[in-house]
């Protein structure tokens, strides 16, 4: 069996279950091992029944929340739970009755005076289980109704094997509706069975000299560790592994384009400019000086004899859009056409209809062609008709300017917005739809410049280090989630003055195993707490393209008030109505992509407002979060948040998805990053093709990468 091998052809996987995977994205037995844990729990230690209403007292803020609605202190106290090891003695035989549709068996458990009710169904052989006399531990979920403790379908050890359990770290994946955690772990234990994973592609000497773990120890204890020190070792060996992988990628490219450069010399632009520079001077703003730099050096690079590889790296807000938009237009008065790739449809639209409205208000005949996965066939058909047809055209969409379909005439310049959410395959693609055009790549993630030289060694670099000075500073603060009900209200308010807000949640359903707020039942919720004038819809990347498309439309023209979205709204959507960004569950993000989803807000003429409600007591969350109220600057809150993030930070949410990492985080892991950078130039230089025989294992592994990136594209 092959990691290629479809995931159905694992024992017990029907086609049902089948489909529950491939919603999870997991196609392949390869893809299953690398759906990681989002995090690890420890079982709770053993707690004596006479104890357990203690547990309650110590957690009673957890409950906080969910009273809020009633001021009930009956209701409050139904709703209070708790997780526990309940330890006791059994002094009854549980009592086991049928109904019409199942038996159910109780157990009545008393020690002093506190009594406990156990339930189970479809489980009546527990009664000869449960024997009297015999001491076992229950596992489970606690509630509380006045004086009686209830658990239902606890689980049951000895002491014994409960004792021996605990020090073990027990793995929570990500889920969806219908497939339980326990078949996951199922099929990613017989997956770990069925492959051979004895063979290491990377060197022993490579392994040895950074002190890593073999791949198949690593793949074993990410997702079953034997401990803290196992699962470290772990990770730091995968996320080695996703760095080198990268980078080697990036390298073997930047190898093969030269030898396609110095064999081929693109016809370079005419210095004649009017169009641009005539759309400049009748912008209603000026750019700034770092604009006009960055596009000084564009044009530079567009008007020299080598094929231009250029990154701009710009905050959010910094203006790089009009700058794609120039240098656009430089193409088209030269007799060229451009692409710019952008990595959802919602942002390739927004740009369709930017670069659209500005040929048309600048008096600009240039054809603008839309080309994204969801249009018709014959949308399709059009697109493809008039990329043939127009010579000059600017053509913006997704990755489907990759397909095979899409040909170009006469492709001078390709732009890729958000670069970091293709894979080096996909723009490897773009790059040779044309006959080798210059590449400019763009990128709003605050990127220390020392690390953006290893990501983006092939490329040279801008960086717009300005904001327009006609921005207002959003401004910022950190609040508990007691201020919830204030900050609706002050919702309401911006909402009565016509304005609009987003409302950023973690997750996008309920996740088992997970405390944290999730879009669906948010969005839910607000409903109920907002007036019903008001509009309010949920966002997040699960649903199809056709449905996002509509409601970002439907969200820009203001009828709806209140988004409920997950974080991809974090990258380019422009709404200037919208003045409040409220993220739920804050200190789960990292802070470059709170960053990023601040800067959501803040892009019309009136004040904007962030609110990052932190749901945790901690002093080093809150720490964290307070950074984003002294600055505005991402680059320093890059800097700041790495180095408050130390190693081993590695327990709940995945921090801000940067590359194509799916462990990695090049700040927090920035050693590792260099390391992993340093092997692989080695490597290139011994062999920058990787034909020799005792690198085959490492070509056959970067040939499995980059298959993989090619099929994961984000819509």
């Known amino acids: 069996m092959e990691r290629t091998s479809n995931i159905g052809t694992l024992k017990g996987i029907g086609a049902k279950t089948e489909q529950l995977f491939h919603n999870l994205g997991v196609y392949t037995i390869g893809d299953i091992l690398l759906h990681y844990p989002k995090n690890y729990d420890k079982l709770p230690m053993i707690t004596p029944l006479s104890e357990l209403p203690s547990l309650f007292a110590s957690q009673a803020f957890a409950q906080e929340t969910a009273a809020e609605a009633t001021e009930d202190d009956n209701s409050r106290e139904h709703r209070q739970e708790v997780t526990a090891a309940v330890a006791a003695r059994i002094d009854k035989t549980p009592f086991v009755r049928a109904t019409r549709n199942m038996q159910v068996t109780t157990l009545a458990l008393l020690e002093g005076n506190v009594k406990a009710e156990l339930v189970w169904f479809r489980m009546p052989y527990l009664r000869n289980t449960l024997k009297v006399g015999g001491w076992f531990v229950f596992l489970g979920k606690v509630t509380r109704k006045g004086q009686i403790l209830h658990m239902e379908q606890p689980q049951i050890y000895s002491p014994e094997k ?35 994973l004895s063979v290491d592609y990377l060197p022993e000497e490579i392994r040895a000299k950074h002190g890593l773990a073999e791949y198949n120890y690593a793949l074993e204890n990410i997702h079953f560790p034997e401990n803290e020190t196992a699962l470290a070792q772990a990770r730091k060996r995968l996320i080695f592994d996703e760095f080198f992988r990268f980078i080697l990628a990036a390298g073997m490219q930047k190898e093969q384009m030269e030898e396609v450069w110095n064999t081929f010399t693109f016809p370079p632009l005419e210095d004649e400019t009017l169009w641009a520079d005539q759309v400049m001077e009748q912008l209603p703003y000026r750019l700034t000086n770092a604009q006009e ?47 710019l790739m952008a990595p959802t449809e919602v942002l390739a ?40 047809l127009y010579p000059t055209a600017m053509v913006v969409g997704t990755h489907a300017l990759i397909q095979e379909r899409a040909v170009y005439d006469n492709l001078a310049l390709v732009i890729t917005d958000e670069q970091h959410r293709f894979g080096v395959k996909q723009r490897e693609s773009l790059f040779l739809k044309g006959g080798q055009p210059h590449v400019l790549v763009m990128s709003a993630t605050p990127i220390p410049r020392t690390l953006a030289i290893i990501l983006y060694g092939d490329l040279d670099i ?32 911006e909402i009565a003055k016509g304005h609009q807000a987003y409302i950023i949640c973690p997750l ?36 199809k393209s056709g449905r996002k498309n509509l409601i970002m439309e439907q969200f820009a023209r203001n009828e709806i008030q209140v988004l409920v979205s997950t974080t ?23 802070l470059a992509q709170l960053h990023q989803l601040r800067g959501r807000v803040g892009r019309g003429s009136e004040q904007s407002y962030c609110i990052m409600v932190n749901t945790t007591d901690s002093d080093k969350a809150q720490k964290r979060l307070e950074i984003l109220n002294k600055s505005n600057d991402g680059f320093f809150i890059a800097g700041e948040d790495l180095k408050l993030r130390g190693p081993g930070d590695f327990f709940g949410i995945r921090q801000s998805g940067l590359l194509e990492f799916r462990l990695g985080d090049i700040y927090q892991n920035a050693d590792l990053l260099k390391q992993a950078s340093e092997e692989a130039k080695i490597l290139l230089q011994e062999d920058c093709r990787l034909e020799s025989p005792e690198h085959t294992a490492i070509r056959a592994e970067l040939g499995y990468y980059l298959d993989r990136q090619s099929e994961i594209v984000n819509l």
């Open 293 to 339: 730099r960055t596009l000084a050096e564009i044009r530079r690079d567009l008007r020299g004899k080598k094929v231009m590889q250029r990154l701009v790296q710009g905050d959010v807000g910094s203006g790089k859009t009009i700058i794609a938009f120039l240098a656009m237009l430089d193409a088209a008065q030269a007799g060229y056409q451009s692409a």
């Open 462 to 493: 801008s960086v717009i280090d300005e904001v327009p000075a006609r921005r207002l500073p959003i401004k910022s603060c950190v609040v508990g989630k007691k201020s919830r009900n204030a900050s609706y209200e002050f919702l309401r308010k």
């Open 162 to 196: 409960y004792q021996s359990m605990l020090d073990c770290l027990w793995p929570s994946y990500p889920l969806t509706a219908g497939l339980k955690k326990n078949k996951l772990s199922q099929t990613i234990r017989q997956a770990l069975e069925e492959l051979d």
């Open 568 to 590: 991809v709204i974090e990258v380019g959507v422009n709404v200037p109505n919208a003045t409040v960004m409220m993220i739920e569950d804050a200190q789960r993000f990292g």
């Open 508 to 543: 996008v359903e309920e996740s088992e195993g997970l405390e944290a707020e999730n879009v669906t039942e948010y969005a839910e919720k607000l409903k109920l707490q907002l007036p019903a004038e008001i509009t309010v819809e949920c966002l997040h990347g699960k649903m």
């Open 349 to 388: 639209m927004q740009h369709y209809q930017n670069f659209t409205e500005m040929c048309e208000s600048f008096g600009l005949r240039i054809p603008v062609i839309l080309l994204t996965g969801s249009l018709t066939v014959k949308e399709k058909r059009r697109a493809y008709e008039r990329m043939q």
